[in-house]
């Protein structure tokens, strides 16, 4: 089945700082790569996703990359801010478009 | 639409009680997933239907743990007996098939 690898597990920046979550998946036909926000005590929820159809995806000041060729994808969120504070989740799916989820990078904003 | 319905939200019982879990899926969604969280092992997927059938039930931890579909708008997680090492948040999530999960709010067990 798939493998998901999630890093850092921790990540600790600025208000303002850039942070970046790294994620490798070992399914080549995986095609379907989700970000999902867990803020404390909640349910996690989706941010954005991309397809293996595109290299990159941007929404206002986060964006995801994918390489399929070295099977990692990676969350980039620039001038964060302390609501950015939360557990991200990467994850990868088949068209089946049953997710296996990576175990998640806590990412601590400090004002 | 109220989304992801699950209850209850909060469950505390002791070792060897039996657990039910509730789900009301959003309506319209045909898939609907039971995920286990916990802080050692992430997001677990225990269980995936489509269409009310269970399709990978692989994640099951063990025959202690049951899940059942019965319509499209109400699902059940049932541990019996429960153990210690049960204690987590189990989610439950719908979706259309074509990519996101809607996850509900959670139900934290703790088992003693």
């Known amino acids: 089945g798939e493998n998901v690898e999630q890093h850092p597990s921790t990540l600790s920046v600025q208000e303002g700082d850039s942070a970046v979550i790294k994620c490798t998946y070992s399914?080549?036909?995986?095609?379907?790569f989700p970000w999902y926000k867990q803020e404390l005590g909640k349910r996690p929820q989706l941010i954005i996703d991309?397809?293996?159809?595109?290299g990159e995806k941007k929404d206002q000041r986060i964006a995801v990359t994918l390489n399929k060729t070295a099977k990692h994808f990676s969350l980039h969120i620039t001038e964060t801010q302390p609501e950015d504070s939360a557990v991200y989740f990467c994850?990868?799916?088949?068209?089946?478009?049953?997710?296996?989820f990576g175990r998640g990078t806590s990412l601590i904003v400090h004002p | 639409d109220a989304g992801v319905i699950q209850s209850p939200r909060h469950e505390v019982t002791e070792m060897g009680q039996e657990v039910t879990l509730r789900c009301k899926p959003i309506?319209?969604?045909?898939?609907l997933f039971w995920y286990r969280q916990t802080m050692m092992r992430g997001l677990e997927l225990l269980i995936y239907?489509?269409?009310?059938?269970?399709?990978?039930d692989s994640g099951m931890p063990e025959d202690r743990f049951s899940a059942k579909m019965p319509n499209a708008s109400f699902s059940t997680l049932k541990i019996q007996p429960s153990e210690p090492r049960d204690s987590a948040v189990y989610f439950c999530?719908?979706?259309?098939?074509?990519?996101?999960?809607?996850f509900g709010e959670g139900s934290r067990l703790t088992v003693l």
């Open positions: 994850a990868a799916s088949r068209r089946s478009y049953i997710p296996t």
């Open positions: 309506s319209g969604h045909n898939s």
């Open positions: 399914d080549s036909a995986s095609n379907y």
């Open positions: 239907f489509n269409n009310n059938v269970p399709i990978d």
């Open positions: 999530a719908s979706s259309t098939g074509t990519g996101e999960l809607f």
């Open positions: 991309i397809r293996s159809n595109v």
